[in-house]
């Protein structure tokens, strides 16, 4: 596929999460070693030697986890390279009228379909509040967008099914929605300041022609098409060294902890859902990383609460977005409601997730 559009901010999807040009990318390199040499050793398991029973654990995990996500890594490939075709204003300009109920959903949605990490959305986010969000649409943006792009979506389903990410998609955006309305609503009480820069007679950009001219000119040819595919695995650069960094870490956590010793402090309790939130404020683990983790704790603690409470309370909690937050909008109040009304509504949904989804 070849398609002539210019997309002005090459830089967004990887500045934020990525290594500098020139510079070996440490993390990618240690954990997808890491990945590949435990599946090795589990693969030809019969081959080797009695082995220590952490490594035999940890094999035998990122077996397991890898054999379940491979064709989601192969798909996010493609889906990534085919999104970075589609000019960025053609989705962040659809916003609508910032301080409407349908500005905060199409806000909501525009987070969800962007595929960028929990740190790489920041930087989609501030340039939309200096082009003029509203505080509103930048929150839901924000709190809807860090793990339901689309290879993650994928990858996902691959791990705890199609049913529970459906779920976890859907109070994603119900948190974003309702967050985003509140923050309207302290903004308009004149708790919280207003953006500067936004602006209320901007012309909607009409996206349906702009998605149909990209198609008409679109053009299948071998060469298009591996350039779709060389230009997704390079972007997928930060999605894949995350998520090795989140297998390795997943699988370490099975490893040297005990079945028993994990459920009993990450089960489907309110201590475990508080003990998830911990985690999840002290981890300082990119979206990608975030999501191997979370699906663990669905399958081995048996709790689906915990799981989105990892996921969501992750990014709710995060010192890099609250202080991004901060030199964005000079105010530290802004900052810290972040969290303050995040948090209780991604505990309430947790907690009713464990009663009545186990």
């Known amino acids: 596929m070849s398609v002539n559009c210019?997309?002005?901010?090459?830089?967004?999807?990887?500045?934020?999460?990525?290594?500098?040009?020139?510079?070996?990318?440490?993390?990618?390199?240690?954990?997808?070693?890491?990945?590949?040499?435990?599946?090795?050793?589990a693969a030809y398991a019969d081959y080797w030697p009695a082995m220590p029973q952490w490594l035999n654990v940890m094999s035998s995990g990122i077996y397991e986890l890898v054999n379940k996500m491979w064709w989601g890594l192969v798909a996010a490939v493609v889906f990534v390279?085919?999104?970075?075709?589609?000019?960025?204003?053609?989705?962040?300009?659809?916003?609508?009228?910032?301080?409407?109920?349908?500005?905060?959903?199409?806000?909501?949605?525009?987070?969800?379909?962007?595929?960028?990490?929990?740190?790489?959305?920041?930087?989609?986010?501030?340039?939309?509040?200096?082009?003029?969000?509203?505080?509103?649409?930048?929150?839901?943006?924000?709190?809807?967008?860090?793990?339901?792009?689309?290879?993650?979506?994928?990858?996902m389903v691959t791990l705890i099914g199609l049913q529970w990410t459906l779920v976890y998609i859907l109070l994603s955006m119900t948190i974003g929605v309702i967050s985003g309305l509140i923050f309207n609503r302290l903004v308009a009480r004149r708790t919280l300041p207003d953006n500067p820069t936004r602006t209320t007679n901007q012309q909607p950009m009409r996206?349906?022609?702009?998605?149909?001219?990209?198609?008409?000119?679109?053009?299948?040819?071998?060469?298009?098409?591996?350039?779709?595919?060389?230009?997704?695995?390079?972007?997928?650069?930060m999605v894949f060294r995350w998520v090795f960094f989140g297998l390795v870490l997943a699988t370490a956590i099975r490893a040297f902890v005990p079945?028993?010793?994990?459920?009993?402090?990450?089960?489907?309790?309110?201590?475990?859902?508080?003990?998830?939130?911990?985690?999840?404020?002290?981890?300082?683990?990119?979206?990608?990383?975030?999501?191997?983790?979370?699906?663990?704790?669905?399958?081995?603690?048996?709790?689906p609460g915990?799981?989105?409470?990892?996921?969501?309370?992750?990014?709710?909690t995060d010192y890099t977005e609250i202080v991004v937050l901060r030199d964005l909008t000079r105010s530290w109040k802004i900052a810290l409601f972040l969290p303050l009304?995040?948090?209780?509504?991604?505990?309430v949904l947790g907690w009713l997730l464990n009663q009545f989804g186990g």
Not at 83 to 93: C, G, I, Q, W
Not at 341 to 347: A, G, I, M, S, Y
């Open 6 to 41: 210019h997309d002005p901010e090459p830089a967004v999807t990887s500045a934020c999460c990525d290594t500098p040009k020139n510079k070996p990318d440490y993390l990618l390199i240690v954990s997808g070693s890491i990945v590949l040499l435990c599946y090795f050793i």
């Open 81 to 155: 390279g085919l999104l970075d075709r589609v000019p960025r204003e053609v989705v962040t300009s659809a916003l609508g009228e910032g301080q409407s109920f349908r500005g905060i959903v199409r806000a909501t949605m525009a987070g969800v379909l962007l595929d960028l990490c929990s740190h790489g959305i920041l930087m989609v986010g501030t340039k939309l509040y200096e082009r003029g969000a509203s505080l509103g649409q930048l929150i839901a943006f924000l709190v809807s967008s860090p793990w339901n792009s689309l290879s993650l979506t994928i990858i």
């Open 207 to 237: 996206v349906i022609p702009e998605l149909k001219k990209l198609l008409a000119s679109a053009t299948f040819t071998p060469a298009s098409i591996g350039s779709v595919l060389l230009n997704g695995l390079r972007d997928s650069r």
């Open 259 to 303: 079945l028993e010793t994990y459920a009993a402090l990450f089960g489907p309790t309110m201590a475990g859902l508080l003990m998830t939130l911990v985690a999840a404020t002290i981890i300082e683990v990119c979206s990608e990383g975030s999501t191997p983790i979370a699906a663990d704790l669905v399958a081995r603690a048996g709790a």
């Open 306 to 316: 915990n799981g989105f409470t990892f996921l969501m309370a992750g990014i709710a």
């Open 341 to 347: 009304v995040c948090v209780p509504q991604v505990l």
